[in-house]
């Protein structure tokens, strides 16, 4: 690096942790501002940068790349997921994008079964009940759920975080279904006890169907209205990977009219934005984007970011860089 520490903005505060690895060998600057930076800022703020340190819910795009000029060496998300970066115009430019893999998986995996058992067993429902005073006593038809031990699951999108699921249902004594672009090696679907096959056949025969896909043109709208009326009226979506792998419109509809038993979802199509009509259901489990959200798992995101930035900076190739 130069005598004159490359500059990085910071969109959104991370752990303390990160940003003062950060700070040792970068000048860093925050952003202040309560939420996601409006694009407008976001572009005033970037001006002359080496690097951006971007959260998932900020777009950076050509008009960011245009405003941040031809310092900008490098963009680190924080986040495994970068569908909110154009890769391909930041590769034209030579501009480096990293990602968080890994050390998120076993978090998402485990936020992803919070999801199913509160979906299956009407968790949220349940404390709702209680709280509005409305339980007089036990009954043999209360709150009656889905059971999870021995059921079915399907996994859609077999990487990291799609095997993590899979091997949590080993405990619940289930069967797994995986449908993913690769077939993975035989010796991680003996070790998972997990079976390939296509997507049609997945949404028939599972109880539980849930997403670990990154968003791209292909997995856009996986789940439409067909998909939704292909599996079982008592099965239930759950989707911690991103909001448009699902037409929200088709899923309303199905959990209206009970093609599906229910969902839990923690990710939106518009996010931060519900789709108003969810909000009224008590079939669905609604989540912030919390995927990722423990307190290790956090620290150890930001100091990955951290070590990206520094190392693309210093002109080496950074541990997690996704251009092609
Ligand atoms: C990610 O990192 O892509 C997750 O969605 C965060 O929860």
Redesign the pocket.
Known sequence: MSKNKPKVFVTMKIPEEGLKLLAEHVEVEVSEYDGVLPKKVLCEKVKGVDGILSM?ADTIDKEVFDAAGPNLKIVANY???YNNIDVEEATKRGIMVTN?PGV?TET?ADLAWALLMAVARRIVEADRFVREGKFKGWRPTLLLGTDVYGSTLGVIGFGRIGQAVARRALGFNMRVLYYSRKRVDEEIEKRLNATYVDLETLLKESDFVTLHVPLTKETYHLIDEPQLRMMKKEAYLIN?A?GPVVNEKALVKALKEGWIRGAAL??FENEPEVEPELLKLDNVVLAP?????SYATRIKMSIMVAENLIKGLKGEVPPNLVNP
């Open positions: 998932l986040a495994v997921g968080t998120l998402t911690t991103r923690d990710v984007h919390i995927g990722s959200a």
